[in-house]
Protein backbone atom coordinates (compact mmCIF):
# COMPACT_ATOMS: atom_id res chain seq x y z
CA UNK A 1 0.00 0.00 0.00
CA UNK A 2 1.34 3.59 -0.76
CA UNK A 3 2.28 5.84 1.65
CA UNK A 4 0.33 8.93 1.06
CA UNK A 5 3.26 11.12 2.79
CA UNK A 6 5.60 9.85 0.58
CA UNK A 7 3.18 11.19 -2.33
CA UNK A 8 2.26 14.20 -0.77
CA UNK A 9 6.49 15.18 -0.46
CA UNK A 10 6.62 14.32 -4.39
CA UNK A 11 3.67 16.16 -5.78
CA UNK A 12 0.31 18.52 -5.46
CA UNK A 13 -2.58 15.67 -4.90
CA UNK A 14 -5.74 15.92 -6.32
CA UNK A 15 -8.95 15.33 -4.65
CA UNK A 16 -12.07 15.39 -6.44
CA UNK A 17 -14.90 18.16 -6.84
CA UNK A 18 -18.63 17.79 -5.93
CA UNK A 19 -20.83 14.48 -5.43
CA UNK A 20 -24.09 16.80 -5.14
CA UNK A 21 -23.57 17.97 -8.43
CA UNK A 22 -22.73 15.25 -10.16
CA UNK A 23 -26.06 13.50 -8.98
CA UNK A 24 -28.33 16.25 -10.15
CA UNK A 25 -26.80 15.53 -13.24
CA UNK A 26 -28.60 12.46 -13.29
CA UNK A 27 -31.96 14.53 -11.95
CA UNK A 28 -32.84 12.04 -9.40
CA UNK A 29 -36.48 11.61 -8.24
CA UNK A 30 -38.14 10.11 -5.11
CA UNK A 31 -37.71 6.99 -6.90
CA UNK A 32 -34.23 6.75 -7.57
CA UNK A 33 -33.42 7.23 -3.98
CA UNK A 34 -35.72 4.79 -2.89
CA UNK A 35 -34.43 1.95 -5.26
CA UNK A 36 -35.61 -1.07 -5.05
CA UNK A 37 -34.96 -1.56 -1.09
CA UNK A 38 -36.75 1.47 0.20
CA UNK A 39 -39.49 1.74 -2.05
CA UNK A 40 -41.99 0.91 0.62
CA UNK A 41 -40.65 3.81 3.09
CA UNK A 42 -42.83 5.78 5.12
CA UNK A 43 -41.05 9.06 4.76
CA UNK A 44 -39.41 10.44 1.69
CA UNK A 45 -36.11 10.44 1.57
CA UNK A 46 -35.86 12.29 -2.00
CA UNK A 47 -32.12 14.02 -1.38
CA UNK A 48 -30.65 12.17 0.79
CA UNK A 49 -27.59 11.58 -1.02
CA UNK A 50 -26.10 8.68 1.09
CA UNK A 51 -28.78 6.33 0.87
CA UNK A 52 -27.52 6.25 -2.83
CA UNK A 53 -24.91 3.85 -1.54
CA UNK A 54 -27.09 1.35 -0.95
CA UNK A 55 -29.96 2.01 -3.86
CA UNK A 56 -28.19 3.33 -6.75
CA UNK A 57 -24.44 1.90 -5.84
CA UNK A 58 -23.62 1.96 -9.53
CA UNK A 59 -24.35 5.76 -10.02
CA UNK A 60 -21.97 6.61 -6.81
CA UNK A 61 -19.64 4.30 -8.77
CA UNK A 62 -19.57 5.89 -12.04
CA UNK A 63 -19.07 9.59 -10.66
CA UNK A 64 -15.90 8.54 -8.49
CA UNK A 65 -14.52 6.81 -11.97
CA UNK A 66 -14.97 10.38 -13.47
CA UNK A 67 -12.96 12.04 -11.18
CA UNK A 68 -10.68 9.27 -10.97
CA UNK A 69 -10.37 9.83 -14.77
CA UNK A 70 -10.12 13.86 -14.63
CA UNK A 71 -6.78 13.38 -12.86
CA UNK A 72 -7.88 13.23 -8.80
CA UNK A 73 -5.56 11.11 -6.51
CA UNK A 74 -8.22 11.10 -3.99
CA UNK A 75 -12.08 10.46 -4.15
CA UNK A 76 -14.01 11.48 -0.71
CA UNK A 77 -17.13 8.57 -0.06
CA UNK A 78 -20.19 9.57 -0.53
CA UNK A 79 -20.98 9.80 3.51
CA UNK A 80 -21.14 13.38 4.13
CA UNK A 81 -24.26 12.81 5.94
CA UNK A 82 -24.26 9.52 7.43
CA UNK A 83 -24.46 9.56 10.64
CA UNK A 84 -26.95 9.03 13.11
CA UNK A 85 -28.09 12.52 14.05
CA UNK A 86 -28.05 13.63 10.24
CA UNK A 87 -29.73 10.16 9.27
CA UNK A 88 -32.19 10.78 12.09
CA UNK A 89 -34.51 13.07 9.34
CA UNK A 90 -35.37 10.39 7.06
CA UNK A 91 -35.82 8.00 10.12
CA UNK A 92 -32.70 6.10 8.39
CA UNK A 93 -30.16 5.52 11.29
CA UNK A 94 -30.22 1.57 12.15
CA UNK A 95 -28.35 1.98 8.53
CA UNK A 96 -25.34 4.29 9.35
CA UNK A 97 -23.09 1.60 9.64
CA UNK A 98 -24.49 -0.49 5.78
CA UNK A 99 -24.35 3.36 4.51
CA UNK A 100 -20.82 3.74 5.30
CA UNK A 101 -19.02 0.65 4.84
CA UNK A 102 -20.98 0.67 1.65
CA UNK A 103 -19.70 4.13 0.82
CA UNK A 104 -16.23 3.35 1.13
CA UNK A 105 -16.75 -0.25 -0.54
CA UNK A 106 -17.82 1.73 -3.74
CA UNK A 107 -14.92 4.18 -3.38
CA UNK A 108 -12.35 1.50 -2.76
CA UNK A 109 -13.44 -0.26 -5.83
CA UNK A 110 -12.79 2.47 -7.88
CA UNK A 111 -9.69 3.73 -6.82
CA UNK A 112 -8.23 0.27 -6.61
CA UNK A 113 -9.12 0.01 -10.83
CA UNK A 114 -7.11 3.06 -11.13
CA UNK A 115 -4.38 2.05 -9.13
CA UNK A 116 -4.15 -1.07 -10.80
CA UNK A 117 -4.37 0.81 -14.23
CA UNK A 118 -0.81 2.79 -13.13
CA UNK A 119 0.53 1.97 -10.38
CA UNK A 120 2.93 5.00 -10.33
CA UNK A 121 0.11 7.16 -9.62
CA UNK A 122 -1.56 5.54 -6.28
CA UNK A 123 -5.41 6.57 -5.32
CA UNK A 124 -6.50 7.06 -2.13
CA UNK A 125 -10.12 6.94 -0.74
CA UNK A 126 -11.16 9.72 2.28
CA UNK A 127 -13.61 8.74 4.66
CA UNK A 128 -15.93 11.89 4.56
CA UNK A 129 -16.66 12.94 7.47
CA UNK A 130 -19.47 16.19 7.31
CA UNK A 131 -20.10 18.63 10.24
CA UNK A 132 -24.10 17.71 11.13
CA UNK A 133 -27.24 19.66 10.83
CA UNK A 134 -27.00 20.30 14.70
CA UNK A 135 -23.91 22.23 16.59
CA UNK A 136 -21.96 22.12 19.47
CA UNK A 137 -21.49 25.75 19.75
CA UNK A 138 -24.37 27.76 19.18
CA UNK A 139 -27.99 27.67 20.21
CA UNK A 140 -30.73 26.94 17.60
CA UNK A 141 -32.93 28.81 19.33
CA UNK A 142 -32.35 32.64 19.65
CA UNK A 143 -34.36 33.12 23.01
CA UNK A 144 -32.34 30.66 24.99
CA UNK A 145 -28.46 31.18 23.76
CA UNK A 146 -27.68 28.83 26.01
CA UNK A 147 -29.22 25.29 24.98
CA UNK A 148 -28.07 23.24 22.56
CA UNK A 149 -29.77 20.49 20.38
CA UNK A 150 -27.07 17.73 21.07
CA UNK A 151 -24.14 16.68 23.68
CA UNK A 152 -20.63 16.13 22.90
CA UNK A 153 -20.97 12.58 24.04
CA UNK A 154 -24.08 12.49 21.62
CA UNK A 155 -21.69 14.11 18.31
CA UNK A 156 -18.60 12.14 19.75
CA UNK A 157 -20.97 8.66 19.34
CA UNK A 158 -22.66 9.44 16.16
CA UNK A 159 -19.23 9.98 14.85
CA UNK A 160 -17.50 7.04 15.94
CA UNK A 161 -20.27 5.01 14.05
CA UNK A 162 -19.39 6.42 11.25
CA UNK A 163 -15.90 6.00 11.77
CA UNK A 164 -16.17 2.27 12.15
CA UNK A 165 -18.21 2.34 8.95
CA UNK A 166 -15.55 3.92 6.82
CA UNK A 167 -12.43 1.69 8.53
CA UNK A 168 -14.12 -1.28 7.71
CA UNK A 169 -15.46 -0.75 4.32
CA UNK A 170 -11.60 0.19 3.35
CA UNK A 171 -10.94 4.28 4.06
CA UNK A 172 -7.36 5.18 3.54
CA UNK A 173 -8.13 8.38 5.53
CA UNK A 174 -10.56 10.55 7.81
CA UNK A 175 -11.40 13.41 6.40
CA UNK A 176 -13.16 15.71 8.52
CA UNK A 177 -14.96 18.53 6.38
CA UNK A 178 -16.78 21.19 5.96
CA UNK A 179 -16.15 22.47 9.26
CA UNK A 180 -18.37 25.34 10.77
CA UNK A 181 -18.24 24.62 14.39
CA UNK A 182 -14.90 23.32 15.60
CA UNK A 183 -16.48 21.88 19.33
CA UNK A 184 -18.22 19.47 16.83
CA UNK A 185 -14.78 18.87 14.67
CA UNK A 186 -12.99 18.21 18.12
CA UNK A 187 -15.58 15.48 18.83
CA UNK A 188 -14.80 14.01 15.36
CA UNK A 189 -11.58 14.06 16.30
CA UNK A 190 -11.98 12.33 20.35
CA UNK A 191 -14.34 9.62 18.07
CA UNK A 192 -11.76 9.11 15.64
CA UNK A 193 -8.57 8.96 18.10
CA UNK A 194 -10.61 6.52 20.77
CA UNK A 195 -12.02 4.56 17.97
CA UNK A 196 -8.34 3.38 17.55
CA UNK A 197 -6.92 3.29 20.53
CA UNK A 198 -9.90 1.20 21.93
CA UNK A 199 -9.86 -1.50 19.27
CA UNK A 200 -6.18 -1.37 19.42
CA UNK A 201 -5.16 -0.79 15.25
CA UNK A 202 -3.34 1.86 13.46
CA UNK A 203 -4.67 4.92 12.98
CA UNK A 204 -5.84 5.95 9.65
CA UNK A 205 -4.51 9.60 8.75
CA UNK A 206 -6.56 12.30 9.14
CA UNK A 207 -7.75 15.45 7.27
CA UNK A 208 -8.81 18.58 8.96
CA UNK A 209 -10.86 21.02 6.50
CA UNK A 210 -12.77 24.07 7.91
CA UNK A 211 -15.24 26.97 6.64
CA UNK A 212 -14.49 30.23 6.40
CA UNK A 213 -18.37 31.66 6.34
CA UNK A 214 -17.38 35.05 4.93
CA UNK A 215 -15.41 38.00 4.22
CA UNK A 216 -14.88 38.11 7.80
CA UNK A 217 -12.69 35.52 7.94
CA UNK A 218 -14.15 33.41 10.56
CA UNK A 219 -15.76 30.39 10.99
CA UNK A 220 -19.49 30.37 11.70
CA UNK A 221 -18.77 29.64 15.05
CA UNK A 222 -16.42 32.68 15.57
CA UNK A 223 -12.94 31.67 15.21
CA UNK A 224 -10.27 33.43 13.12
CA UNK A 225 -8.63 30.94 10.98
CA UNK A 226 -5.37 31.10 13.26
CA UNK A 227 -7.62 30.23 15.92
CA UNK A 228 -9.19 26.85 14.18
CA UNK A 229 -5.70 25.82 13.40
CA UNK A 230 -4.38 25.75 16.79
CA UNK A 231 -7.41 24.07 18.23
CA UNK A 232 -7.18 21.02 16.25
CA UNK A 233 -3.42 20.78 15.72
CA UNK A 234 -3.45 18.63 19.02
CA UNK A 235 -4.77 15.59 16.28
CA UNK A 236 -1.60 15.89 14.42
CA UNK A 237 -3.30 15.94 11.34
CA UNK A 238 -1.88 15.19 7.89
CA UNK A 239 -3.51 18.40 6.60
CA UNK A 240 -5.18 20.87 7.61
CA UNK A 241 -7.21 22.93 5.11
CA UNK A 242 -10.32 24.96 3.82
CA UNK A 243 -13.24 23.88 1.63
CA UNK A 244 -17.34 25.26 0.85
CA UNK A 245 -18.36 28.96 0.80
CA UNK A 246 -16.06 30.57 -0.97
CA UNK A 247 -14.81 30.20 -4.19
CA UNK A 248 -11.18 30.62 -5.49
CA UNK A 249 -10.94 33.92 -5.89
CA UNK A 250 -12.41 34.52 -1.94
CA UNK A 251 -10.36 32.01 -0.76
CA UNK A 252 -7.01 32.82 -1.65
CA UNK A 253 -5.69 34.88 0.97
CA UNK A 254 -7.28 32.51 3.37
CA UNK A 255 -5.10 29.77 1.72
CA UNK A 256 -1.76 32.17 1.88
CA UNK A 257 -2.11 32.43 5.72
CA UNK A 258 -2.57 29.23 6.50
CA UNK A 259 0.16 27.70 4.65
CA UNK A 260 2.54 30.58 6.05
CA UNK A 261 1.31 28.73 9.92
CA UNK A 262 0.59 25.21 9.66
CA UNK A 263 3.17 22.29 10.17
CA UNK A 264 1.58 19.78 8.26
CA UNK A 265 0.54 19.38 4.96
CA UNK A 266 -2.13 22.54 3.46
CA UNK A 267 -5.39 21.22 1.12
CA UNK A 268 -7.54 23.43 -0.34
CA UNK A 269 -10.91 23.12 -2.97
CA UNK A 270 -12.97 25.64 -3.03
CA UNK A 271 -17.00 25.80 -4.92
CA UNK A 272 -17.17 27.18 -8.50
CA UNK A 273 -17.43 30.43 -7.72
CA UNK A 274 -19.68 32.25 -5.47
CA UNK A 275 -23.40 31.30 -6.72
CA UNK A 276 -25.76 33.26 -8.30
CA UNK A 277 -29.39 34.25 -7.66
CA UNK A 278 -30.54 30.48 -8.55
CA UNK A 279 -27.87 29.15 -6.08
CA UNK A 280 -25.89 27.41 -9.27
CA UNK A 281 -22.37 27.75 -9.71
CA UNK A 282 -21.06 29.22 -12.82
CA UNK A 283 -17.48 29.64 -12.51
CA UNK A 284 -16.33 27.65 -15.88
CA UNK A 285 -13.07 24.90 -15.67
CA UNK A 286 -10.45 26.89 -16.84
CA UNK A 287 -11.24 30.07 -14.49
CA UNK A 288 -10.93 27.97 -11.40
CA UNK A 289 -7.74 26.55 -12.67
CA UNK A 290 -6.60 29.82 -13.44
CA UNK A 291 -6.95 31.15 -10.46
CA UNK A 292 -5.81 27.89 -8.52
CA UNK A 293 -2.53 27.83 -10.46
CA UNK A 294 -1.48 30.99 -9.06
CA UNK A 295 -1.65 29.37 -5.78
CA UNK A 296 0.57 26.58 -6.26
CA UNK A 297 2.93 29.08 -7.95
CA UNK A 298 3.66 30.70 -4.84
CA UNK A 299 3.64 27.55 -3.22
CA UNK A 300 0.71 27.46 -1.05
CA UNK A 301 -0.49 23.56 -1.66
CA UNK A 302 -0.34 20.55 -1.46
CA UNK A 303 -3.91 18.75 -1.71
CA UNK A 304 -5.96 20.71 -4.19
CA UNK A 305 -9.87 19.85 -6.05
CA UNK A 306 -12.88 21.17 -5.91
CA UNK A 307 -16.54 21.84 -3.61
CA UNK A 308 -19.71 23.09 -4.64
CA UNK A 309 -20.59 23.25 -8.26
CA UNK A 310 -17.07 21.80 -9.36
CA UNK A 311 -17.06 18.78 -11.90
CA UNK A 312 -14.44 16.64 -13.11
CA UNK A 313 -14.02 19.00 -16.01
CA UNK A 314 -12.87 21.52 -13.17
CA UNK A 315 -11.15 18.35 -11.52
CA UNK A 316 -8.78 18.12 -15.24
CA UNK A 317 -8.43 21.55 -15.40
CA UNK A 318 -7.23 22.11 -12.09
CA UNK A 319 -4.67 18.88 -12.18
CA UNK A 320 -3.52 19.71 -15.89
CA UNK A 321 -2.67 23.39 -14.49
CA UNK A 322 -1.30 22.34 -10.54
CA UNK A 323 0.87 19.64 -12.14
CA UNK A 324 3.65 22.17 -13.52
CA UNK A 325 4.38 23.16 -9.77
CA UNK A 326 6.37 21.41 -6.97
CA UNK A 327 4.40 20.98 -3.74
CA UNK A 328 4.19 23.25 -0.67
CA UNK A 329 7.27 22.12 1.49
CA UNK A 330 6.87 21.44 4.86
CA UNK A 331 8.16 24.10 7.47
CA UNK A 332 10.74 23.92 9.81
CA UNK A 333 8.90 25.63 13.08
CA UNK A 334 10.39 26.30 16.65
CA UNK A 335 8.36 25.98 19.23
CA UNK A 336 9.21 27.79 22.58
CA UNK A 337 7.15 28.25 25.73
CA UNK A 338 8.00 32.15 26.63
Known sequence: MANIKDELKKRILIIDGAMGTMIQRYKPTEETYRGERFKDWHIDV???SDILNLT???MIESIHREYLEAGADIIETNTFAATVIAQEDFKLEEYVYELNVEGA???RKAADAYTAKDPSKPRFVAGAIGPLNKTLSLSPDVNDPGYRAVTFDEVAAAYTGQIKGLVDGGADLL???TIFDTLNAKAAIYAAKNYFRANNIPELPIM???TITDASGRTLSGQTLEAFYVSVMHANP?????????GASEMRPHIEELSSIASCFVSAYPNAGLPNAFGEYDEQPHETAHIIEGWAKEGFLNIVGGCCGTTPDHIKHIADEVKKYQPRELPELE???V
Open 175 to 177: LIE
Open 208 to 210: ISG
Open 238 to 246: LSIGLNCAL
Open 105 to 107: RIA
Open 335 to 337: SSL
Open 56 to 58: QPQ
Open 46 to 48: KNN
